[in-house]
T-cell receptor, first 114, second 113 residues
């Protein structure tokens, strides 16, 4: 079946550094990918929609200068958390799909900012 | 806008008990409905889906029927196992929202042996 990968799965960084998270669709092309954030014991919150070849669309309340999204190809989207702070610690999940009704989720990236 | 409401957890059951997790929604357009499962320490996995009214999605013994008249998509399983312990998310996407998913708050299920 279709697979979406994320890298890294775990990252620990110091406050003030930037962290890049990759999301790849392994056996299909995705013009659109989605980035979600999940706080402990809470639901997923959509952060932004990543569009291949154009700017990402951010949800209200999400700082686009802090969470940089680049969708450079039909199989890769990256999320960069710039100048990370402890409150950015979270579980970040991407999703992509080959069609309208089918979304596959990546395994997630757990970020811990010290 | 679209929204999904799930029963709050945690839901604690004994093994082989019957499970129901309620899910209701509001949506414009013609939504497709999903249940996702998140096992401890893992990402989300699609459990089942239904794309039109009266469709029944099923997988791994779980079932959910798309009820347009009651705007519901309740998840059921006749006999739960300890390995079913996870967080379950109801979600929808509609044809006026592209592929974007709207999630419910999630329901934690704990099954005791």
């Amino acid at each position: 079946g279709a697979v979406v990968s994320q890298h890294p799965s775990w990252v620990i960084c110091k406050s003030g550094t930037s962290v890049k998270i990759e999301c790849r669709s392994l056996d299909f092309q995705a013009t659109t990918m989605f980035w979600y954030r999940q706080f402990p014991k809470q639901s997923l919150m959509l952060m932004a929609t990543s569009n291949e070849g154009s700017k990402a669309t951010y949800e209200q309340g999400v700082e686009k200068d802090k969470f940089l999204i680049n969708h450079a190809s039909l199989t890769l989207s990256t999320l960069t958390v710039t100048s990370a702070h402890p409150e950015d610690s979270s579980f970040y999940i991407c999703s992509a799909g080959p069609g309208l009704d089918t979304q596959y989720f990546g395994p997630g990236t757990r970020l811990l900012v010290l | 806008g679209n929204s999904v409401t799930q029963m709050e957890g945690p839901v604690t059951l004994s093994e082989e008990a019957f499970l129901t997790i309620n899910c209701t929604y509001t949506a414009t357009g013609y939504p497709s409905l999903f249940w996702y499962v998140q096992y401890p320490g893992e990402g989300l996995q699609l459990l089942l889906k239904a794309t039109k009214a009266d469709d029944k999605g099923s997988n791994k013994g779980f079932e959910a029927t798309y009820r347009k008249e009651t705007t519901s998509f309740h998840l059921e399983k006749g006999s739960v196992q300890v390995s079913d312990s996870a967080v379950y998310f109801c979600a929808l996407t509609s044809n006026n929202a592209g592929n974007m998913l709207t999630f419910g708050g999630g329901t934690r299920l704990m099954v005791k042996p």
